[in-house]
């Protein structure tokens, strides 16, 4: 199970890794907000399940106010707690480092 999860966290890593290369290659400068749009992302995905954070919370193994805070962009994510996340939610990790808004206004798609 160790194994597994540091497994886990490194994909998670290199997805980041991968997001972060292709806004600066994209914009040829890095001026992507990542906390911005990781706290934008997981707000919008929960919203859409119609989940409250209470219930989100409890769903992804954390606290209600660390979702709160995650949501404001005011606390730091490890690795371990980005994955928690995204499993509950039911995506896959990458999407919550995607800027949706300037992916829509490129012609991207949701």
């Known amino acids: 199970m160790y194994l597994f999860l540091r497994v886990q966290s490194f994909v998670t890593y ?21 906390i911005k749009v990781f706290s934008k992302n997981v707000k919008a995905y929960r919203m859409q399940l119609g989940l409250s954070q209470e219930h989100f919370a409890e769903k992804a193994g954390l606290h209600r106010t660390y979702i709160s805070a995650i949501e404001c ?24 480092f ?11 798609e949701v």
């Open 14 to 34: 290199c997805m980041l890794t991968y997001c972060i290369h292709s806004a600066i290659l994209e914009k040829g400068e890095f001026s992507v907000d990542v």
């Open 73 to 96: 962009g005011k606390r730091s994510i490890s690795l371990d707690n980005i994955q928690k996340i995204a499993d509950a939610l039911q995506i896959d990790t990458y999407l919550l």
């Open 98 to 108: 995607i800027d949706q808004e300037n992916s829509n206004q490129k012609g991207g």
